[in-house]
């Protein structure tokens, strides 16, 4: 046999990959030793015989009608799943065939090929979770991610104001990142090694409010825990107080949050004693809070002691030049948390997430991409594995007043459904939707949604 076959049957007989040929009616025309001894078949037995007759859940055929290639694809045979890619073969840009090859046999397999890289992501999870929960951090600057002037100029902001122990309000649309801002200004402060304790004014009622923040003594109402319970001010202590959505936090509790932040003590619920306590205050809000403080639903005392340096985070619509480097980033992020190989995005994609007005920003993008990734029998996004309201029919590409009404329209529709399903469970809610509990609660106020 002359070397050059020599060496191509030595490539395609090697013990480690199932390989399989088909032709453009799917008929088998080759199967490597391997894959006949795994599938328990005779090779003479194979040939000729249509690929699905041959191999358990073969998309072979498709491969060659559709002429798209299946990257990373798993596949359920013989009582396992194996990953397989499927290429079509083409001769001056017609599909004669195309050609399979099983990468892991099973997924097993496939788990002990990536155990050191999944050691190291276990490990740098790892060391992650231990991170947060000491001190409630989970991101850094680094994770910031974009190209933008705007996003650039904002991390040079949070480089400057972070050492020092002024209040800063981040101001900004629900998804632009607000919460890894106030983040990452506590990692890079003195404080970086106390504690970072978030609230969420929007979420916790109003009645258990002034408790969550202050604690309560002992005896203090009926089902007052034995002891009482420390307030976020308390856990807080040394560290920095991130009070996201600061412009729903009813007014009796803005007066006493006042009073702590001027005397630097607070009282427990119920208690006798005021406890000195010393935190920096982070405050996040995408209300406009100068026209609260006009309609008296806002303390303009408040205000100025929380404003002192303000932070703008634009709306990704602002910063289009973010959209490209975003989407990638996720995309990285995402397939190598599915164990999913998928390496690009398709040019029309980009340009389609481009002209996206982005409603939800940031948190949108990133859904979105998981969406794509789950759906995408490739390894590149295209088109069609984008969410349904991206396709042109509903006029993604226009950049009209209407696409905004449609998008609110879906989102409104989607809310409701997913309220329905949860019998009005709020949270359940906004777990199937993946969206962060205070976006859904601003999107019902938004949209006056009426939960069942
Ligand atoms: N620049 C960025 N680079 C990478 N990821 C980002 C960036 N900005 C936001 N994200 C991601 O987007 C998601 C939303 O961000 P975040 O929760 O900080 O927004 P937010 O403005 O606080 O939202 P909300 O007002 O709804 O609470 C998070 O998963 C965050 O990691």
Redesign the pocket.
């Known amino acids: 046999m002359p070397y050059r076959d020599e060496m191509l049957e030595a490539i395609v007989e090697n013990p480690y990959y199932c390989i399989v040929v088909v032709d453009k009616d799917a008929k088998v025309t080759y199967l490597s030793k391997t894959y006949c001894d795994f599938l328990n078949i005779k090779r003479e037995d194979a040939l000729g015989k249509h690929v699905a007759d041959v191999i358990e859940n073969s998309r072979m055929h498709t491969v060659v009608e559709t002429g798209k290639e299946e990257i990373a694809s798993l596949q359920y045979i013989r009582g396992n799943y194996m990953i397989a890619n499927r290429i079509p073969v083409r001769i001056e840009g017609e599909v004669i065939g195309a050609v399979g090859f099983v990468l892991y046999r099973d997924t097993k397999e496939w788990m002990e090929m990536n155990a050191h890289i999944k050691e190291l992501l276990l490990q740098l999870e790892h060391y992650r979770e231990q991170l947060k929960a000491k001190h409630g951090v989970t991101?850094f600057l680094h994770?910031?991610?974009?190209r933008s002037q705007e996003?650039e100029y904002l991390k040079e902001q949070v480089k400057k104001v972070a050492p020092g122990d002024v209040s800063v309000l981040i101001r900004?649309?629900?998804?632009?990142?607000?919460?890894?801002?106030a983040h990452s200004i506590h990692h890079l402060s003195n404080r970086s090694n106390q504690p970072f304790i978030t609230v969420?004014c929007a979420s916790i009622p109003e009645h258990l409010l002034e408790s969550e923040l202050f604690g309560y003594a002992e005896g203090a109402f009926t089902g007052a825990k034995k002891g009482g319970k420390p307030g976020k001010f308390q856990l807080a202590n040394g560290g920095t107080l991130f009070l996201?959505?600061i412009g729903d936090m009813p007014i009796n509790a803005q007066v006493k949050i006042l009073r702590v932040l001027q005397e630097g003590e607070v009282q427990p619920i119920g208690g006798v004693e005021t406890l000195k306590v010393d935190v920096r205050i982070i405050a996040?809000t995408?209300q406009p809070l100068e026209e609260l403080i006009e309609e008296n639903k806002f303390r303009k005392d408040l205000f100025y002691r929380i404003n002192v340096i303000q932070m703008d985070?634009p709306a990704l619509r602002e910063r289009q030049e973010?959209i490209h480097v975003?989407a990638k980033?996720?995309l990285h992020k995402i397939s190598v948390r599915v164990g999913k190989r998928v390496i690009d995005i398709a040019e029309d994609v980009l340009n389609c997430l481009m002209e996206y007005d982005w409603p939800g920003?940031?948190?949108e993008l990133?859904n979105v991409i998981e969406f794509a990734v789950h759906m995408t029998n490739g390894n590149c996004i295209e088109m069609e594995d984008l969410p349904a309201h991206f396709h042109n029919e509903v006029g993604v590409s226009d950049k009209t007043s209407s696409l905004k009404e449609l998008v609110e329209k879906t989102e409104k529709e989607a809310i409701l459904k997913a309220l329905k399903r949860t019998n009005g469970d709020k949270k359940e809610a906004a777990k199937l939707l993946e969206l962060?509990k205070?976006?859904l609660y601003?999107k019902i106020k938004k949209y006056r949604i009426i939960v069942p």
Do not use: C, M, P, W
Not at 172 to 181: D, L, P, R, V, W
């Open positions: 991101y994770d910031i991610i974009g996003v900004g649309e629900s998804g632009t990142g607000k919460e890894q801002f969420n996201d959505e996040a995408n985070i973010d975003l980033y996720f920003n940031i948190r990133e962060g205070s976006s601003e």
